[in-house]
Nanobody, 126 residues
Framework: QVQLQESGPGLVKPSQTLSLTCTVS??????????LAWIRQPPGKGLEWIGY????????VYSPYFRSRAAISKDTSKNQITLYLMSVTTEDTAVYYC?????????????????WGQGTQVTVSS
């Protein structure tokens, strides 16, 4: 069973770039047909889907809301994907999750993901 672990800075200053890494264990990214996503939950709000990386096609797709300032990269040698979110503001304060699913159906629906990391709190503040 795949396991996911997020890591990154807990505090980021406004206008900086947020970088979060998801380490996958229990299975190789390269050997399995996963869709690996980043999802966040701001305080008092629901889950927001940021985007996903497709292992099979080696492409990343983003929510229109984040497309202009988000990027997801992968490092198969380390079994990791990394989220970059540029020009952050206080509105980007949230718990950020790495999640995985094995079926494409419902790819933009956060509740459709099968596996989740524990989440990491990110606060944007000067």
């Amino acid at each position: 069973q795949v396991q996911l672990q997020e890591s990154g800075p807990g505090l980021v200053k406004p206008s900086q770039t947020l970088s979060l890494t998801c380490t996958v264990s229990g299975g190789s990214i390269a050997a399995n047909n996963y869709w690996l996503a980043w999802i966040r939950q701001p305080p008092g709000k629901g889950l927001e889907w940021i985007g996903y990386y497709s292992v099979r096609t080696d492409i990343s797709v983003y929510s229109p809301y984040f497309r202009s300032r988000a990027a997801i990269s992968k490092d198969t040698s380390k079994n990791q994907i990394t989220l970059y979110l540029m020009s952050v503001t206080t509105e980007d304060t949230a718990v950020y999750y790495c999640a995985a699913k094995t079926l494409y159906s419902g790819i933009t629906n956060p509740t459709s993901y099968d596996y989740w990391g524990q989440g990491t709190q990110v606060t944007v503040s000067s």
